[in-house]
């Protein structure tokens, strides 16, 4: 068997089947991600608005729900509007007014979650709960349509300190409970956490992950850390 089959269903079966696995293939082929596919799996993600567009161009007949991992910017969300399952970098206003927009454009809804910063870098990007209840509370965010937003999405550091890890997943799950008591308490929409990747997905599971977004442990490593 390939070594890429290998990976993911090994891997998979660590998993607690409550917890989906976002296969992230940045960087990497169309053809791994076909080796990945055959295998049952159907979450791709990508950090790339180019590279994501030209794999979906490539993959066009493959049933892959595609999704969008990295920083995103406004100006972009039109390439992708069209067939984007979900888009996990929310970060500002601005940005989910414009997935809006394309989102009628293409007569879709378009899912979401809002990217927060727990990482004590301050390289990634990221709302802090103030900004997010700020949003949610804007009646321009009360008058979009086509967007819905299903959950959260954070970065831990990246350190060996698995007791700082542990705590900025915690404080993931913190923000989650409080936005969903606070302002989705109706809905069931609002159900994911995504956090955890192929250095930290353990410790995501343990603190409440329901959506982990691994690249390393299947595809194997990158040459750069992009
Ligand atoms: C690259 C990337 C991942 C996966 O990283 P691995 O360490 O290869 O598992 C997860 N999330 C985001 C946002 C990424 O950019």
Request: aromatic content about 8%; charged content about 25%; proline content about 0%.
């Amino acid at each position: 068997m390939s070594k890429i089959k290998d990976n993911i269903i090994s891997f998979k079966n660590k998993l607690p089947e409550a917890v989906k696995l976002v296969a992230v293939s940045k960087t990497h082929t169309a053809e791994m991600i076909k080796e990945a596919y055959s295998t049952g799996q159907r979450i791709f993600g990508e950090n790339k608005v180019q590279e994501m567009i030209a794999k979906h161009d490539e993959l066009k007949d493959f049933d892959i729900s595609w999704h969008l991992i990295g920083h995103l910017q406004r100006n972009k969300v039109k390439y992708i509007a069209e067939f984007v399952d979900l888009i996990h970098s929310v970060d500002s206003l601005k940005l989910l007014k414009e997935i809006n927009k394309q989102a009628i454009n293409n007569s879709r809804t378009i899912n979401c979650l809002l990217q927060f910063h727990i990482a004590s870098e301050d390289t990634k990007f990221g709302l802090n709960f103030e900004e997010a209840a700020d949003i949610l509370q804007s009646e321009e965010y009360k008058k979009l349509t086509n967007v819905k937003i299903v959950g959260v999405m954070g970065m831990a550091s990246f350190t060996e300190d698995e007791v700082q890890v542990r705590s900025e997943f915690s404080s993931l799950r913190n923000i989650y409970n409080k936005l969903k008591n606070d302002f989705f308490s109706g809905s069931n929409n609002f159900r994911e956490i995504s956090m955890g990747m192929s250095n930290d997905w353990e410790i995501a599971i343990d603190t409440g992950s329901t959506m982990i977004r691994v690249g390393s442990i299947i595809f194997g490593y990158r040459n750069c850390n992009l």
